[in-house]
C-alpha cells in the first residue's frame, strides 16, 4: 500500500522538471497570452504523399471496413488488419529510413481524423501500436540498434503495445508491481502482470514498464510475444470498442535481454510520461473527426424531421445546440492541428498544450455525441442494425457514443490531465515561493527564501494586473479582436487567481481540487478560443472560401467561452466546495445509505445508519425487515 505522499513523490520524480522549450499554455499560467506565437496560425496543409494515403485510405475505410459488423462481432477481420498493413498504416509516423511513411505529426493527425469519421475500433488498433506502442518511445529514446531492429518490423505491421496498467495501477503508478530483476549478466527478469493491454492479445510487441525490486525505479522494455514466460492470460470485453484486442498479459520469469531497456535504467515513467505528451495528441484527432461527424447527421436530421409543424432544427432549443456544436467542433479542429503544429516547431515543449487538447477535445466530443442522441431522439438510441432491419438509414449514433466514453478515461483521465496542469500551473510559483508554504521547512530556510521571493514578485504581482487590453490592440483582428482583448485580460486574471490561490490555501492548495480544476478549465478554454480566432484570421488571410463562415464559428465559440470563463472566475470564490466534500465524506461514511434502499420498503434489507460524527469506517450491519 503506498501513501499519498509517495505517489506524490513517484509523479513528481517523473515529472520534467525543465522545460524544453517555449509553451503557449506555460505563459498563459504565468500571466502572458501570447497570441503572437500562435498567430499566424501554422500551415496546415499536408504533403503529397499523405494526401495520397489519405485517399487511399478513405476508400479503404468505405468500401472494406464494415463497421457495424466489427461492432457487432466484436473482431477485426483478418483482411481489414492486412489492408492496413498493405497501406503502410502501421507506419505513418515510422521514418522512411526504417521502412515508415515518414509522417509528420500535422499529416498523421489528419490520417486519425479522417478514420475518426469512420471507426473507433481501427483508431484503436492503429494509435495503440503508433502513439504509445513501440515505435513512438523508440523514436524519442531508442538506440541505433533498437531502432534498425524494431522499426522496420513495426512499420510492416507486427503490432505493438502499450503496457503500463495493473491491478493497483491506474492512474497511481507508485503501485506498479511489475518488477524487472537484474541477472549477473546485465539482463532482466520480468514478472508481473498487466491489465487492459491494447492490441495486447494480438500484439508482437510490447513496451512494458517493470521496477527493480530494491531500488523501486521504473524502467521501460521492449518485449517480444514470443520469448518464452509471456502469456495472455485474458481478453477483455467493453461497453464500446467492442473489437479492441485487449486484455490480461503475464510476464513469468522472462528474460528480457539488456539491449532491450529503452532509453536509462529508472527512467521509464518519464519515458512513458513523454511518449504520451505527443501520443496525447491522438484522441483529439479522432475526437474531431467523430464530432464532424456528428454535425453531419444533425444537420441532416434536423433538417429533414418534421414535428409540431416544422424541421426540428428550425425549434430554438435544437438550434441552440446545434450552433453550440458546430462552434465547437470548430475550436476542437482548431486546437488539434495547433497541437500537431506546436509538436513540431524546434524549441517547443508541447506538455501543456497535449495534456489540454487531451482533456478538453474528449470532454467536448463525449458532449457532442450525447448531444447527437438528444437531436436524433429515439433514432439515436437505437442501434444502427435494427434501424436498418426497419428500413431506415443506420446511423450509428449508438455506437459512437458507446465507442466514445472511454476517451475520458484511458491515456490519462480527464482528473489526472487536470492535475498534471495543476501542477505546472504553481510551478513557477513552487519555485519561487515554495518554501514559505512547505510546513517541512524551518522558519530559518522560510526566512532565507524571503528574499528571492520579494524580489520576483515585486515585478512580476503589480504587472499582473497592469497592462494594455483595450482597443486598439489586436484591432486588425476585426470583429474577432475583442473577445482577443479580453483573453489578455483573462490570462492577467487567472495568473493573479493561481497567486491568489496559493497565498489563501498555501500548503492546502495541492487538495483543493475543485479550485485548481477551475484554473486549468479556464486555461484550456483561453488555449481553445486563441487557436479558435487564430485559424479564423488564417483562413481569412488565404482568403479561403470558408473563411467567412470560420469568423462566425469564432465568433460564436468565444461568446460561450467568454461567460464560461466568467463564471469560473466567480467560482473559484463563491462556491459550494466545502459542503460538496463534507457531503461526499458523509456518503463514503454511510451516512446516507437509507438513500440507496429502493428495496428496503419491500422487504428487502435496510442498512443500519452509522452515527453521522463518528468519522470511523461504515459498520456494514444488516437488518432483516418482516
Ligand atoms: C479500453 C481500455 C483500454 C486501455 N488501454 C490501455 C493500454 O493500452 N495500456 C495501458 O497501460 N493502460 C490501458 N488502459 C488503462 C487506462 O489507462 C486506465 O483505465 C486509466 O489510466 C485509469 O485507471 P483506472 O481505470 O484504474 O482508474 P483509477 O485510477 O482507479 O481511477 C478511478 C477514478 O478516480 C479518478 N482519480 C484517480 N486518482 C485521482 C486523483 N488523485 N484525483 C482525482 N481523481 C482521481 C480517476 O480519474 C477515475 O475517474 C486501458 C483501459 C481501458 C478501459
Redesign the pocket.
Known amino acids: 500500500m503506498t501513501t499519498e505522499q509517495e505517489?506524490r513523490e513517484v509523479a513528481e520524480a517523473a515529472r520534467e522538471s525543465t522545460w524544453a522549450g517555449k509553451g503557449f499554455m506555460r505563459e498563459i499560467f504565468l500571466g502572458n497570452f501570447r497570441f503572437d506565437w500562435i498567430s499566424p496560425y501554422p500551415e496546415t496543409e499536408i504533403g503529397p504523399e499523405a494526401r495520397d494515403f489519405c485517399i487511399k485510405l478513405k476508400t479503404f475505410l468505405e468500401t472494406e471496413v464494415d463497421s457495424a459488423a466489427i461492432d457487432r462481432t466484436g473482431e477485426y477481420p483478418p483482411h481489414v488488419i492486412e489492408g492496413l498493413r498493405k497501406l503502410g498504416a502501421f507506419g505513418m509516423k515510422i521514418p522512411k529510413e526504417y521502412g515508415g511513411l515518414g509522417f509528420t505529426q500535422a499529416e498523421y493527425t489528419h490520417a486519425l481524423e479522417l478514420v475518426g469519421c469512420y471507426d473507433a475500433n481501427v483508431i484503436?488498433v492503429l494509435s495503440?501500436h503508433q502513439s504509445?506502442g513501440v515505435p513512438q518511445p523508440l523514436k524519442l529514446f531508442g538506440t541505433e540498434g533498437q531502432k534498425k531492429k524494431y522499426l522496420p518490423l513495426c512499420a510492416k505491421g507486427a503490432i505493438s503495445?502499450?503496457?503500463?496498467?495493473e491491478q493497483d495501477?491506474?492512474?497511481?503508478p507508485a503501485r506498479l508491481a511489475t518488477t524487472a530483476e537484474k541477472t549477473p549478466e546485465g539482463d532482466y527478469i520480468l514478472n508481473g502482470e498487466?491489465?487492459?493491454?491494447?492490441?495486447?492479445t494480438f500484439a508482437e510487441l510490447y513496451v512494458v514498464?517493470a521496477r527493480d525490486a530494491q531500488t523501486k525505479k521504473i524502467s521501460a522494455f521492449i518485449v517480444e510475444r514470443a520469448w518464452e514466460g509471456v502469456e495472455v492470460v485474458k481478453r477483455?470485453r467493453?461497453m464500446g470498442?467492442r473489437a479492441?484486442e485487449?486484455g490480461i498479459i503475464r510476464f513469468t520469469n522472462v528474460r528480457v535481454p539488456k539491449e532491450n531497456l529503452i532509453g536509462k535504467e529508472g527512467a521509464g515513467l518519464k519515458i512513458a510520461l513523454i511518449t504520451l505528451n505527443t501520443g496525447r495528441l491522438s484522441l483529439p484527432a479522432a475526437c474531431v473527426g467523430f464530432s464532424k461527424k456528428c454535425i453531419e447527421i444533425c444537420r441532416e436530421w434536423s433538417g429533414q424531421r418534421v414535428q409540431w409543424g416544422a424541421p426540428v432544427g428550425k425549434h430554438e432549443a435544437i438550434g441552440h445546440k446545434i450552433a453550440d456544436m458546430a462552434a465547437t467542433t470548430f475550436a476542437m479542429e482548431a486546437m488539434t492541428h495547433l497541437g500537431s503544429a506546436l509538436a513540431m516547431r524546434e524549441g517547443y515543449d508541447i506538455r501543456l498544450e497535449a495534456a489540454a487538447a487531451k482533456e478538453w477535445c474528449t470532454v467536448e466530443g463525449w458532449r457532442i455525441v450525447d448531444t447527437t442522441m438528444q437531436i436524433r431522439g429515439g433514432r439515436g438510441y437505437e442501434t444502427e442494425t435494427s434501424l436498418a432491419e426497419r428500413g431506415e438509414q443506420p446511423i450509428p449514433v449508438e455506437r459512437i457514443m458507446r465507442d466514445c466514453r472511454?476517451n475520458l478515461?484511458?491515456?490519462?483521465?480527464?482528473?489526472?490531465m487536470?492535475?498534471f496542469m495543476a501542477r505546472e500551473a504553481v510551478d513557477k510559483h513552487l519555485a519561487v515561493a515554495g518554501a514559505l508554504i512547505d510546513p517541512k521547512k524551518s522558519i530559518g530556510q522560510k526566512l532565507a527564501a524571503l528574499p528571492k521571493m520579494i524580489f520576483f514578485y515585486a515585478w512580476w504581482y503589480p504587472t499582473r494586473w497592469l497592462g494594455w487590453s483595450l482597443w486598439p490592440k489586436y484591432a486588425s483582428y476585426g470583429r474577432l479582436g475583442k473577445y482577443l482583448r479580453f483573453a489578455d485580460r483573462a490570462t492577467r486574471k487567472l495568473a493573479r487567481s493561481v497567486f491568489h490561490g496559493m497565498l489563501v490555501h498555501q500548503a492546502r492548495l495541492e487538495k483543493k481540487?475543485a479550485f485548481l480544476f477551475r484554473l486549468v478549465d479556464i486555461s484550456n478554454e483561453l488555449f481553445a478560443m486563441g487557436a479558435a480566432i487564430a485559424r479564423a484570421e488564417y483562413l481569412q488571410q488565404k482568403r479561403d472560401p470558408s473563411a467567412a463562415s470560420a469568423v462566425e464559428l469564432a465568433e460564436l465559440f468565444s461568446l460561450n467561452a467568454r461567460r464560461k470563463i466568467r463564471r469560473w472566475f466567480h467560482e473559484l470564490w463563491a462556491n459550494d466546495d466545502v459542503a460538496k466534500y463534507q457531503l461526499s465524506s458523509n456518503v463514503l461514511k454511510g451516512r446516507h445509505l437509507w438513500l440507496e434502499n429502493v428495496k428496503a420498503d419491500f422487504g428487502g434489507e435496510v442498512r443500519q445508519l452509522p452515527p453521522v460524527s463518528t468519522g470511523k469506517p461504515v459498520e456494514r450491519e444488516h437488518r432483516q425487515t418482516a
Open positions: 505517489s484503436a495503440a504509445i503495445a502499450f503496457a503500463l496498467t495501477v491506474g492512474s497511481d498487466k491489465l487492459w493491454c491494447t492490441n495486447g514498464m477483455c467493453f470498442l479492441i485487449n472511454i478515461i484511458f491515456e490519462g483521465s480527464s482528473e489526472i487536470h492535475l481540487q
